[in-house]
């Protein structure tokens, strides 16, 4: 495990004595043991679900965020990764027995994971309770201890993390708040893993920062997700599964679809679809999450041409849903990631869908609405992308499959069985039988073991 300097030191004495405590804690075992990580998954999942409310609360005064949005995109994603890893931690656990190889026989061959250490989390306002306790669980469950770093621009829900998880167990996880000047202490550290979600652009500072102290990391960040629509039947369950993954959260995810590739032919009835379906995501919208977002909203309609146009309100921050009729693939709504309702659609040839996507970097999720399931198969052939859905959007996302980006939109992935390898060391293991005999001291036995193995990698 990585230890401590003192450069915090100069930073905040506080924040030096909270990461000193945590790694005194580890250092001392108890997380190692498989009984102690589900009696704090347990305790951990008693403490949310008392303090639920309060988390409710907290959504509602930063977002806006409604409660029965937030129970279904945060909180019960949290229980239902919390009881997943209760069910399934100890086969994990078990060691993974190999075949060892002629040159190793006779032997044991296995291995075992073991927890890497000290965990940092930097969590982002947009989910800022699921996106904080997620990693959390995969970090406990693997046996390490946590610094969480929650975004400053969801204040109210950092504040009750810190009183609930700390109020919970502060030995095992300490939740760090402030600024800029909290967030180059934290990285100034040596840490066994740095766990990142947000935008590519700070993502490469953590990354590179992360490579002055040789610390590894898992970058969740973001990018322009494709919807293809391509002979996809019912264009109104299409544009309300499309409006779906694009007003959760009024669009301020990562996974939302960004832009729209539809079919030579269909765009018409693809955007009557999706103005006709509008209405029934038009209320109890999330806010912007500030005054800069909304703005910056705003500047991308400059100069485009608008075939639907939504409410707009600045004092409120409320954006509405605004769709684009084929920006300019270089003004900024089309070279930066949206995280708003804004939904450019493009016409075009199939073919040219493929070539449009693999011309830009590598979407951390792709949407595909057809009906050719040999367009699908296409797609998931030819296409790279972190991960995606047909016929849906978001629902990839819940659930047990591992979630990740792929180049420019992260590297890494977790939930599920994937965020325990993820937060572990796979340790192997060679052990030698008592009889072990040096072959290089037997002629004759290393020439038949010769024999076999070349045998065997000619075959």
């Known amino acids: 495990m ?46 949310l679900q008392e303090h639920e409310e309060e988390l409710l609360n907290s959504l509602y005064l930063d977002l806006n965020k409604t409660r029965q949005e937030a129970l279904f995109s945060e909180i019960l994603l949290v229980y239902s990764e919390i009881d997943l890893m209760l069910s399934k931690l100890d086969d994990w656990t078990r060691e993974k027995k190999v075949m060892p190889s002629i040159l190793q026989m006779p032997a044991k061959a296995y291995s075992i994971y073991e927890p890497l250490g000290r965990v940092l989390i930097f969590s982002p306002w947009n989910y800022p309770v699921l996106l904080s306790l997620q990693p959390l669980i995969g970090a406990l469950a693997a046996g390490n201890v946590v610094a969480m770093k929650p975004s400053r621009s969801s204040p109210e829900t950092a504040k009750s993390l810190k009183k609930i998880l700390e109020g919970w167990n502060d030995r095992v996880v300490k939740v760090l708040l402030g600024g800029e000047e909290v967030q180059q202490g934290l990285m100034d550290e040596p840490w066994d893993l740095i766990f990142f979600t947000g935008s590519t652009r700070v993502g490469r500072m953590i990354a590179q920062k992360a490579g002055k102290t040789l610390s590894p990391s898992i970058l969740e960040l973001g990018g ?23 007003y959760m959260n009024s669009g301020q995810t990562c996974i939302a679809p960004d832009y729209i590739l539809v079919e030579k032919g269909k765009k018409k009835e693809l955007v009557e679809a999706l103005i006709r379906g509008y209405g029934d995501f038009n209320t109890d919208r999330v806010r912007c999450v500030n005054l800069k977002h909304y703005q910056r909203l705003h500047s991308y309609l400059k100069d485009q041409t608008l075939l639907f146009e939504g409410e707009k309100d600045e004092e409120k921050l409320l954006f509405g849903l605004h769709i684009v009729d084929e920006p300019s693939v270089s003004s900024p709504l089309m070279k930066e990631e949206i995280f708003g309702a804004i939904l450019p659609v493009f016409e075009m040839e199939p073919e040219d869908m493929f070539l449009f996507i693999k011309k830009r970097p590598k ?50 992935a977790y939930h599920g069985k994937k965020s325990f390898t993820s937060f572990s060391h796979e340790k192997s293991i060679l052990e030698k039988s008592r009889g072990y005999v040096n072959p290089f001291k037997k002629s004759r036995l290393l020439d038949w073991a010769m024999e076999l193995l070349l045998k065997k990698v000619r075959h």
Not at 24 to 36: C, H, I, P, Q, R
Request: net charge positive.
């Open 363 to 412: 979407p951390l999720a792709l949407y595909c609405f057809t009906e050719n399931n040999d367009f699908w198969k296409k797609v998931v052939k030819e296409l790279s992308f972190g991960g995606g859905m047909k016929d849906g959007t978001l629902l990839h996302l819940a659930g047990s499959l591992p979630f990740g980006g792929v180049g420019e939109s992260g590297w890494g």
């Open 2 to 47: 990585k230890t401590a300097k003192n450069v915090l030191s100069m930073t905040n004495k506080s924040l030096l004595e909270d990461i000193q405590s945590l790694s005194a804690f580890y250092e001392g075992g108890l997380t190692k043991n498989v009984s102690y990580r589900k009696f704090l998954l347990r305790g951990l999942k008693k403490q």
């Open 224 to 246: 322009k997700s494709p919807a293809l629509v391509m002979e996809a039947g019912d264009m109104d369950k299409v544009a309300q599964r499309i409006l779906f993954g694009k």
